[in-house]
């Protein structure tokens, strides 16, 4: 059974109409309907075949759960240079939010020095999906222990009028007030980022539990009217 053949077992129409409000952007008639713990033991499964490696060659991919399952694949391989060059060569078929956030190497917590280059490479990108992927690595790994000023400027400094860019800013924004705060809300009082993704910065920050009231307070005077 090939990994679509799996797919379709595991089909819900219902869920399909769900997920496909969700992602607008992408043809209803391209999602199977399967939620995600499903696709996620889809790809432990398959993940050692043999047949697997023709499977993630084979791009693009029809159906949107197989982008899903192809990047939770790519997140289990254990050898860092076969899971970035796995990933680069799938970042240009990614179109969608929940492929490009769902799932994160296991790999990237322990080589933490080779993936900052790459990381700063790919949210530098064009593609509005390699570059949220980058931004999404720097806010899950680089956030603690690891954190340097620079990085926020990194985040910053990418301009972009698409929605799930700004988005993407706006979160690791909110995240960053949340886990470093008085060094990244120095980037809110002085209005480095663009109205929108400012003010969305700062409401997802007031809507997290990981935000003082004290905190929240103050970011509210910032926002802009």
Same mark, same amino acid.
């Given at each position: 059974?090939?990994i679509?053949?799996?797919l379709?077992?595991?089909e819900?129409p219902?869920?399909?109409?769900?997920q496909s409000?969700l992602v607008? /952007?992408?043809?209803k008639?391209?999602?199977?309907?399967?939620r995600?713990?499903d =696709?996620?033991k889809?790809?432990k499964e398959f993940a050692?075949?043999?047949?697997t490696? $023709?499977?993630?060659?084979?791009l693009?991919h029809?159906y949107?759960?197989e /982008?899903?399952?192809?990047i939770f694949?790519?997140? =289990?391989i254990k050898d860092?240079d076969e899971?970035?060059k796995g990933?680069?060569?799938?970042?240009?078929y990614i $179109?969608?939010?929940?492929?490009?956030?769902?799932?994160?190497?296991?790999?990237?917590?322990?080589?933490?020095?080779k993936?900052?280059p790459?990381?700063?490479?790919w949210?530098d990108?064009?593609?509005?999906?390699?570059?949220?992927?980058g931004?999404?690595i720097?806010m /899950?790994?680089?956030?603690?222990d690891?954190?340097k000023p620079?990085?926020l400027?990194c985040? %910053?400094s990418?301009k972009?009028d698409?929605?799930y860019l700004?988005m =993407?800013? %706006?979160?690791?924004? %909110?995240?960053a007030l949340a886990?470093?705060y $008085?060094?990244?809300?120095?980037v809110?009082?002085?209005?480095?980022?663009?109205?929108w993704?400012?003010n969305k910065?700062i409401?997802? %920050?007031c809507?997290?539990f990981?935000?003082?009231d004290?905190?929240?307070?103050y970011l509210?005077?910032?926002k802009?009217?």
């Amino acid at each position: 059974m090939t990994i679509r053949e799996k797919l379709f077992t595991f089909e819900d129409p219902k869920y399909r109409d769900f997920q496909s409000k969700l992602v607008p /952007n992408i043809e209803k008639e391209t999602i199977i309907g399967v939620r995600t713990p499903d =696709m996620k033991k889809i790809a432990k499964e398959f993940a050692k075949e043999e047949s697997t490696k $023709d499977f993630l060659k084979d791009l693009p991919h029809k159906y949107y759960e197989e /982008n899903l399952v192809h990047i939770f694949i790519l997140s =289990m391989i254990k050898d860092f240079d076969e899971c970035v060059k796995g990933l680069e060569a799938f970042f240009p078929y990614i $179109d969608c939010w929940p492929v490009c956030d769902q799932s994160s190497p296991g790999i990237f917590k322990k080589n933490h020095e080779k993936v900052l280059p790459l990381v700063k490479k790919w949210i530098d990108s064009d593609h509005v999906y390699t570059s949220r992927y980058g931004m999404r690595i720097l806010m /899950n790994e680089f956030l603690g222990d690891d954190f340097k000023p620079e990085y926020l400027s990194c985040v %910053a400094s990418k301009k972009g009028d698409d929605y799930y860019l700004k988005m =993407m800013v %706006a979160w690791y924004f %909110a995240t960053a007030l949340a886990k470093q705060y $008085d060094e990244s809300v120095k980037v809110i009082e002085l209005k480095e980022l663009d109205p929108w993704t400012h003010n969305k910065a700062i409401q997802k %920050a007031c809507e997290s539990f990981r935000v003082s009231d004290e905190h929240k307070e103050y970011l509210k005077t910032l926002k802009i009217k």
